[in-house]
T-cell receptor
Framework: KAGVTQTPRYLIKTRGQQVTLSCSPISGHRSVSWYQQTPGQGLQFLFE???????NKGNFPGRFSGRQFSNSRSEMNVSTLELGDSALYLC?????????????FGPGTRLTVL | AQSVTQPDIHITVSEGASLELRCNYS??????LFWYVQSPGQGLQLLLKYFSGDTLVQGIKGFEAEFKRSQSSFNLRKPSVHWSDAAEYFCAVVPGSSNTGKLIFGQGTTLQVKP
């Protein structure tokens, strides 16, 4: 069974641009979550989606948005990039929203903002 | 607010020695508790989790963790460390709700293994 895939793996952008990151969950998984990982702030929750609906949102500005498609694939978008958005963005998928379902993480997308 | 504290940012142990990584959480009720490992350039892998029941839980790769309610702790242990265990370890909680996968992570502990 293929794991969680994230594309692209690496991305370089300049301030003010926007970026879209993609996550394909494990087949059959319907819940997708996104996390931002930085050396200073650690791992922080961005969003959680289930059945194309955002169920939870972390404490991030409105420049960060996401969506989930009917095939459970998810995208996140960051507009008007700032230097501080440089981070590893991790996606995780699970069967459902239930906490007891294990979340499987992808390898992440490394975003660098210049 | 719920929080997770990993007091040790960096730990170095010799191969074959025992290991204990500390984790404390701040939450009124018993949360759901997890330990994840992240190798360089990789995503996170679940080592073990605690929801209820036996307070000593066994995980993959020979790891175990003990939940101590009185100390609000969930420390990770391994009796004999292997060089391949060098990685970053994260303690995480889902604060008491069963209808979300939202994880609150500690800052992580980097484990270095000396030959």
């Amino acid at each position: 069974k293929a794991g969680v895939t994230q594309t692209p793996r690496y991305l370089i952008k300049t301030r003010g641009q926007q970026v879209t990151l993609s996550c394909s969950p494990i087949s059959g998984h319907r819940s997708v979550s996104w996390y931002q990982q930085t050396p200073g702030q650690g791992l922080q929750f961005l969003f959680e989606y289930f059945s194309e609906t955002q169920r939870n949102k972390g404490n991030f500005p409105g420049r960060f948005s996401g969506r989930q498609f009917s095939n459970s694939r998810s995208e996140m978008n960051v507009s008007t990039l700032e230097l501080g958005d440089s981070a590893l963005y991790l996606c995780a998928s699970s069967l459902s929203l239930q906490t007891y379902n294990e979340q499987f993480f992808g390898p992440g997308t490394r975003l660098t903002v210049l | 607010a719920q929080s997770v504290t990993q007091p040790d940012i960096h730990i170095t142990v010799s191969e074959g020695a025992s290991l204990e990584l500390r984790c404390n959480y701040s939450y009124g009720a018993t949360p759901y508790l997890f330990w994840y490992v992240q190798s360089p350039g990789q995503g996170l892998q679940l080592l073990l989790k605690y929801f209820s029941g036996d307070t000593l839980v066994q995980g993959i790769k020979g790891f175990e963790a003990e939940f101590k309610r009185s100390q609000s702790s969930f420390n990770l242990r391994k009796p004999s460390v292997h060089w391949s265990d060098a990685a970053e370890y994260f303690c995480a909680v889902v604060p008491g709700s069963s209808n979300t996968g939202k994880l609150i992570f500690g800052q992580g502990t980097t484990l270095q293994v000396k030959p």
